[in-house]
C-alpha cells in the first residue's frame, strides 16, 4: 500500500512539473497560469492531502510483509 501511495506521488509530482513546463512553453505569467489552473491545482492538493494522510495511517510495506509472514 505504500508503495502505491508514493507511486501516486511521483506522479502527482511529474504532473505539476508538466504543468509549470506548459505555462513557460505558452509564455503565461505566473498569475495567468494560476487563473487557468486554479481547479486542476486545488485537486492536485486535495490529492496529496489525502495521500499524506493515508501514509500516516498505513502501515509501512515491510512492516506489512513481516506481519502476513508471521502470521
Avoid at 15 to 33: A, F, P, T, V
Wanted: hydrophobic share 30%; net charge negative; no cysteine.
Amino acid at each position: 500500500m505504500e508503495s502505491e501511495l508514493i507511486a501516486m506521488q511521483m506522479r502527482i509530482d511529474i504532473l505539476k512539473e508538466q504543468m509549470e513546463k506548459e505555462r513557460l512553453l505558452n509564455g503565461l505569467s505566473e498569475e495567468e497560469w494560476n487563473v487557468m489552473t486554479a481547479g486542476i491545482r486545488k485537486y492536485i492538493e486535495e490529492a496529496e492531502e489525502r495521500i499524506e494522510k493515508t501514509m500516516q495511517r498505513v502501515p509501512k510495506d515491510n512492516e506489512e510483509n513481516d506481519t502476513r509472514q508471521r502470521g
